[in-house]
C-alpha cells in the first residue's frame, strides 16, 4: 500500500508540451486517480519549463476526463490556467470568531 502517497507519472509531448497522470490510490477523494489535478504543476511545471525552455507551457492529464492546463511564462513562477466546473458549493463557519466562507469544489 502507498498510504497518502500520490504517483505522476509525466511524459513529453512536444517542444512545448508534457503529459501527467496522478495516481492516488490512498488519499480520502474516493477514487484511485485524480482527474485534473493542478497541484501537480507546482512541481511538474517548473521541471518541464527547465527541460523544454518553452515560452509558454501547455499540460495534458491523461485521466478518463482528461483535463488541459496552460501555465503562461513559466519562468517567472507557476501559474495555472484551466477550465473548470463548479460541482458542489460549501458553507464553512471558521471555529472562534462566526465568520463565514463559501468555497466552490
Given at each position: 500500500?502507498?498510504?497518502?502517497?500520490?504517483?505522476?507519472?509525466?511524459?513529453?509531448?512536444?517542444?512545448?508540451?508534457?503529459?501527467?497522470?496522478?495516481?492516488?490510490?490512498?488519499?480520502?477523494?474516493?477514487?484511485?486517480?485524480?482527474?485534473g489535478?493542478?497541484?501537480?504543476?507546482?512541481?511538474?511545471?517548473?521541471?518541464?519549463?527547465?527541460q523544454?525552455?518553452?515560452?509558454?507551457?501547455?499540460?495534458?492529464?491523461?485521466?478518463?476526463?482528461?483535463?488541459?492546463?496552460?501555465?503562461?511564462?513559466?519562468?517567472?513562477?507557476?501559474?495555472?490556467?484551466?477550465?473548470?466546473?463548479?460541482?458542489?458549493?460549501?458553507?464553512?463557519?471558521?471555529?472562534?470568531?462566526?465568520?463565514?466562507k463559501?468555497?466552490?469544489?
Amino acid at each position: 500500500r502507498l498510504g497518502d502517497t500520490g504517483i505522476i507519472p509525466p511524459a513529453p509531448l512536444g517542444a512545448d508540451s508534457f503529459a501527467f497522470r496522478f495516481f492516488c490510490p490512498g488519499f480520502s477523494i474516493g477514487e484511485d486517480e485524480d482527474p485534473g489535478t493542478g497541484s501537480a504543476l507546482s512541481s511538474l511545471a517548473p521541471y518541464w519549463a527547465e527541460q523544454l525552455q518553452p515560452a509558454s507551457l501547455s499540460a495534458e492529464q491523461w485521466s478518463t476526463r482528461r483535463a488541459q492546463f496552460r501555465c503562461p511564462e513559466p519562468e517567472d513562477g507557476v501559474v495555472i490556467v484551466s477550465e473548470c466546473a463548479i460541482v458542489e458549493v460549501r458553507r464553512l463557519e471558521l471555529a472562534g470568531n462566526g465568520t463565514e466562507k463559501e468555497a466552490g469544489i
